[in-house]
């Protein structure tokens, strides 16, 4: 599946843009999505969904998520025939609203006990001043933005997760 929408297409170029850290690139063009290695089109989402399972245990809270699997989208100035990367957005509500307190610091801590690099913590742009974390895991060739939306009615969580720039196998084609 090619998610080919202009406004989408141009959230994950921001994402990856935005959360993947210097360690996580070994592109020369600091523009250029870093490289997440070999795989197909389907290892690679299995990938995402993976981290973004591991993600929701570490969040460690009785509640609800919302169930969009994971895509694929174009990597930026790359053959789109041979290079792709996936994204996976979920939204996790809370059995109970105060549940969530505390959770982005306890998150800010969990995270780096599990392979994540913390690149930013803190309140986002906007009029909320949401609690966010930006998180890249080098080995795992994944980034998270991971963002508190407390003043929401209930409140929740939004999960924004983006691998590296795959590269499909000689002969293949990204599906």
């Not at 993947?20 to 389907?42: E, L, Q």
């Not at 995402?48 to 993600?55: C, D, N, R, Y």
């Not at 100035?77 to 994204?87: A, C, I, N, S």
Request: charged share 25%; net charge neutral.
């Amino acid at each position: 599946m090619k998610i080919k929408t202009g406004a989408f297409a141009l959230l994950v170029s921001l994402a990856l843009t935005t959360l993947t850290g210097c360690s996580m690139t070994d592109a020369k063009d600091s523009d250029s999505p870093p490289a997440a290695g070999v795989s197909t089109t389907s290892d690679a989402l299995d990938a995402a969904e993976k981290v973004s399972s591991e993600l929701y245990d570490l969040i460690g809270l009785k509640g609800k998520a919302t169930e969009p699997g994971p895509g694929v989208n174009e990597c930026q100035g790359k053959d789109p025939e041979k290079y792709f990367t996936t994204f996976h957005s979920w939204t996790f509500t809370p059995a109970s609203p105060g549940q969530l307190d505390g959770v982005m610091e306890r998150l800010k801590e969990q995270l780096p006990k599990h392979g994540w690099k913390v690149v930013e913590f803190g309140p986002d742009t906007s009029k909320n001043k949401n609690v966010r974390i930006l998180a890249d895991n080098d080995a795992k060739k994944h980034s998270v933005k991971i963002t508190h939306w407390a003043k929401d009615n209930p409140p929740k969580l939004n999960v924004f997760v983006v691998s590296g720039c795959y590269q499909v196998p000689d002969g293949q084609k990204v599906d």
